[in-house]
């Protein structure tokens, strides 16, 4: 093959790579701080495609299009304080033992209300953003503006994640809780507010995802469905908890999609993602990155 | 005035009775001990303490205020703080960081001096516990004594510090950092008039520590008084020994 569609190839497996990888760390985000399974992230996602939908062809216009982002990031932030609150956060009151099933099922109820909500109001239908910006070359790679875009806003939206969490205070409160939550409560600060920021930034990036993504899969009520299971599969491929584990298994996820398209069948594409899971989870149970958990 | 009141106070997990109208009062700069055999309730009571658990029944007192209700972190920053027998750090953060990220994340004020000012203080209590050759390692990289004084180290940051309960203390530890943190907690008691409540299983560390002890039992205080006192008291030893059935065994 020549070497030039090769890394044509390669380039195309890492954007589609990094454009995963925003969505597995809001899931790795939420699991990390709050140690629970968040299973609605993927309307959370829909929502903020919806929100950059109706911002685009009602308020800001095509040309503003990038004022969605932190705007649908925004909305779903204090959507998710308020869930937090008021639906999660009484499992973390006394000393419930399992804590685990009642996130799942609230988190679960959550996906099926906002799914058929979305559904009541937008209607079956599938939307479409206008694009972004035109299409472009990235090296020798012709790339579409729209997946330029969500590689540009990817990386920016990861670089303030890692300014926020490693360079300020209240950032490293939040890894504190994450590495010990019971340390970060004794030692004087409120896991409660804690738990809703972390929820809140967890959902919130979800939204970014989708409202920068809104061109590239278009908008409808379940859009979030295969972000979310791309998602857990990189979550789980990564280590759970671990966001450079999933930011790295984002990228091998995307590269794997599109050498086994190119090299096998693209009819195959998402089973190739399966496989590498089911020999992950054979070979390192705990992800490529997780910890390894002491037994006895 | 005590410091801290304990009227009543019960700990049920479902069906197991814990803690069973527990009755105990401490006055200010006093080092209490909390001994009894293993599974008596005494972790279960520091963690009802410390605002982890919330009470079946019965009261807790601090300065005559029923701090109850009160979740862990406004404990804390009423001056109670809590250690643990398995050190609750941040692992993947520096020693520095640990000593910080506590006050900084909670305080409004970020200015240059304030964080100066905490670095100094920061400092000065490492030195004090003999951990300022290694503030800046990962806390994943000291050693199990270390840890155990990286967490009274990181207790000592805490503004208006007056109740230290500390759960064994020196379980695990090897003697040098034992005599440094019997060290520490004598030196706060005295200089600082910091009240101590010690679980621990070390007779000879709580012998030295405590004027007082209260010794536990199924989930109950059966005795009170100084180390000599309760050591000879029946019902402890039967409740260490097993009594006439441990006799009659051997």
Redesign the interface.
Known sequence: MDLIILTQYVLSGLVIGVIYALMAVSITFVHGMMKVVNWSMGEYYMMGGYIQYLLITMLIGPSLWFLGIPIAFAIIFMLGVVIQRYMLHPMFV??SERMDEYATIVTITLMILFRNLAIIIGGPYQYSVPDYFPPTDLGPLPISGNRFMALIGTALILGILYYVMKKT??G??L??MS??R???????????RLDEIAFGIGVGLAAAAGALLAPVFLVWAESGSVPTMKGFEIVVIGGLGSIPGSIIAALLLGLIESLGSVFISSEYRDLFGFVFLILILIFRPNGLFGDRERLA | MSILQVNNLAKH?GGLVAVKDLTLSIKPGEIRGLIGPNGCGKTTTMNML?????PTRGDVRYHGKSIVKL???IR??QGI??T?QIP??????TVE?NM???????STE?TPEFIEALENKATEKLTFCKLDHVSHLLAKQLSGGQRMLLQIA?GLM?EGLELFLMDEPFAGINQVIKETIMDAIMEMNDNQGITFLIVSHEMSSVRRLCQTVCVMHEGSLIAEGSMTEVANDPLVIEAYLGGQNAASDS
């Not at chain 2, 609750?88 to 953060?93: A, H, I, V």
């Open positions: 006394g000393e205070w209240p490293r409160a890894l504190g590495q010990n019971i340390g970060i409560q004794t030692a004087g600060i409120n896991v409660r | 997990f410390a605002g982890l658990y919330k979740p862990p972190h804390t920053a703080m809590r643990f609750k750090l941040f692992s993947e953060m960081e910080m990220v506590p006050a900084l994340a909670t970020k990181r805490v």
